[in-house]
């Protein structure tokens, strides 16, 4: 069964605190994307890479930043968290030839205090 | 920037009913698809439906798409308590291989 796994389904930082989150599949899969989803909101595209050491910005890409040096793993990082980075974050995945059908993670609900 | 628009926001229904969401779009596309999601839990893929399709079928799941009026339909026959989740469109404008996804229909199923 294909998967997605993201590194913590909860976390809780500090303002000002550095935070890694990781995601991982095992699909081969070239891209992979970024979501934060917010109540009223929907999701929201953050960053995401079509390949290796390849990276693009996407609607809300402030305050963010991604590392991907192997194809199977694109980690988020938030610089120096802020309280107005609470939310659920959702990584996913795809192929070329599947016609964008995307394989999500649980989510990491992350709240900085 | 938000390509597809669910309607309605929330809908309650009783086990047993029939449950409609709709998605309303604002550029071509090539398909466009619905997901589910469960209260904190990531989305799930349900159906895909190509642009040259204007209704397909999966189990209890119809999807219709009119892109002439740029919108879609999921039909959810003999809801169960299971069903109740939330449930977004998602289409991808352009070539490239993002997606992009409503806000959601908050789907409740009462037993």
């Known amino acids: 069964d294909v998967k997605v796994t993201q590194s913590s389904r909860y976390l809780v930082k500090r303002t000002g605190e550095k935070v890694f989150l990781e995601c991982v599949q095992d699909?081969?899969?070239?891209?992979m994307f970024w979501y934060r989803q917010d109540p009223g909101l929907g999701l929201r595209l953050i960053y995401f890479?079509?390949?290796?050491?390849?990276?693009e910005k996407g609607d809300i890409p402030e305050g963010y930043s991604v590392s991907r040096e192997k194809k199977e793993r694109f980690s988020l990082i938030l610089e120096s968290a802020s309280t107005n980075q609470t939310s659920m974050y959702l990584c996913?995945?795809?192929?070329?030839?599947?016609?964008?059908?995307?394989?999500f993670g649980s989510g990491t609900r992350l709240t900085v205090v | 920037s938000q390509q597809g628009e669910e309607d309605p926001q929330a809908l309650s229904i009783q086990e047993g009913e029939n449950a409609t969401m709709n998605c309303s779009y604002k550029?071509?596309?090539?398909?466009l698809q619905w997901y589910r999601q469960n209260s904190g839990r990531g989305l799930v893929h349900l159906i895909l439906?190509?642009?040259?399709?204007r209704e397909k079928h999966s189990g209890r799941l119809r999807v219709t798409l009119d892109t002439s009026k740029k919108s879609s339909s999921l039909l959810i026959t003999a809801s169960r308590a299971a069903d109740t989740a939330s449930y977004f469109c998602?289409?991808?404008?352009?070539?490239?291989?993002?997606?992009?996804f409503g806000q959601g229909t908050r789907l409740t199923i009462n037993p």
């Open positions: 996913a995945s795809t192929t070329d030839t599947q016609l964008r059908v995307y394989t």
């Open positions: 699909m081969d899969h070239e891209n």
């Open positions: 890479s079509y390949d290796v050491k390849m990276k």
């Open positions: 550029t071509s596309i090539n398909n």
């Open positions: 439906i190509r642009s040259n399709e």
């Open positions: 998602a289409t991808g404008p352009g070539g490239a291989q993002k997606l992009v």
